[in-house]
């Protein structure tokens, strides 16, 4: 269902992590023989969020670990958490 939804047959259960990492509730079950990924809930679990921000900040390849830790201490973000 996620797959015909997104309309991508490859990255799927990339899609699912990264809703999963926004603190969406999805599970994997069976329907009718077919696997499908469920989502139980549009409540967005807000304490994700700083976690979300601390792991962009950390991939970014446009800044500068001095700039990556001034983000993440205005933020109030422990670099390491």
Same mark, same amino acid.
């Given at each position: 269902m996620l797959r015909i939804v997104t309309g991508d047959d490859v990255h799927t259960e990339r899609r699912v992590r990264e809703l999963r990492e926004l603190g969406f509730d999805l599970i994997w079950h069976e329907l009718d023989g077919i696997n499908v990924y469920e989502?139980?809930?549009? /409540?967005?679990?807000?304490?994700?969020i700083p976690a979300i921000v601390r792991?962009?900040?950390?991939?970014?390849?446009?800044?500068?670990?001095? /700039?990556?830790?001034?983000?993440? /201490?205005?933020? !109030?973000?422990? /670099?390491? !958490?």
């Open positions: 989502l139980r809930s549009l /409540e967005i679990d807000f304490d994700m792991n962009k900040v950390r991939q970014s390849k446009a800044l500068t670990r001095a /700039e990556k830790q001034r983000i993440l /201490e205005r933020a !109030g973000i422990p /670099e390491d !958490g």
